[in-house]
């Protein structure tokens, strides 16, 4: 595998489910990204991890729930959704520190259906 | 709030001709921009990208151009091809060691008739 990879591609789910979305990164880097692409809006940043802490949680509401176990794999775990959480949610990974530009490496995505 | 905004929703071009997808940015303190190219069922896939102390950069096909007092950056594609056409976003990152972050713009959906 190369890259970044994210499974499943795709998710149909009830409201009162709990499921988990996976991402892993094979480039190396020390930060990792979780964002929400819904249609005609733009990429929505959700959680920000680097060397494995989070830096960033953009108000995003706590059915969404991440965890960075290493460096290189980032879940998000999902819980009592609404039919408006359902988007593209992609993964993302970059090497951030002095000397770096902050050029983000984007998984397939995983299209989430809430019913 | 910062925002990235793109002039134009759809672009359409003849296959064979050249292109040029705008976007606008508001953060003056932005240091790096990057062009996304998305095509249908697949992630954003990076295209190119600049710093903001160039106001240009050429790769294979595809020039970026930065006009910092206007806050302005475009993509040209030349010689467009079929497997141009996908949406386009453009990105601006502002440096702050520690806690990278990328805004990006809604995108630019480009469709090259063949």
Not at chain 1, 44 to 56: A, C, G, I, P, T
Not at chain 2, 30 to 52: C, L, T
Request: aromatic share 10%.
């Amino acid at each position: 595998e190369t890259g970044v990879t994210q499974t499943p591609r795709h998710l149909v789910m009830g409201m009162t489910n709990k499921k988990s979305l996976k991402c892993e990164q094979h480039l190396g880097h020390n930060a990792m990204y979780w964002y929400k692409q819904s249609a005609k809006k733009p990429l929505e940043l959700m959680f920000v991890y680097s060397l494995e802490e989070r830096v960033e949680n953009n108000s995003v509401p706590s059915r969404f729930s991440p965890e960075c176990p290493n460096s290189s794999h980032l879940f998000l775990h999902l819980h009592t959704l609404q039919p408006e959480d359902s988007a593209l949610y992609l993964c993302a990974s970059s090497q951030v520190g002095l000397g770096n530009y902050n050029e983000q490496f984007f998984g397939p995505g995983t299209r989430l259906t809430v019913l | 709030g910062e925002s990235v905004g793109l002039h134009l929703p759809t672009l359409s071009v003849q296959e064979g001709d050249n292109s040029i997808i705008n976007c606008a940015y508001s953060n003056s303190a932005s240091d790096y921009f990057i062009w996304y190219k998305q095509e249908s069922g697949k992630g954003p896939q990076f295209i190119i990208d600049i710093r903001s102390n160039m106001d240009k950069r050429q790769g294979q096909r595809v020039t970026v151009l930065l006009n910092k007092t206007v806050k302005h950056l475009s993509l040209q594609i030349a010689a467009t091809q079929p497997g141009d056409s996908a949406v386009y976003f453009c990105a601006e990152n502002e440096s702050n060691f520690g806690n990278e972050k990328l805004t990006f713009g809604t995108g630019t959906r480009l469709t090259i008739i063949p």
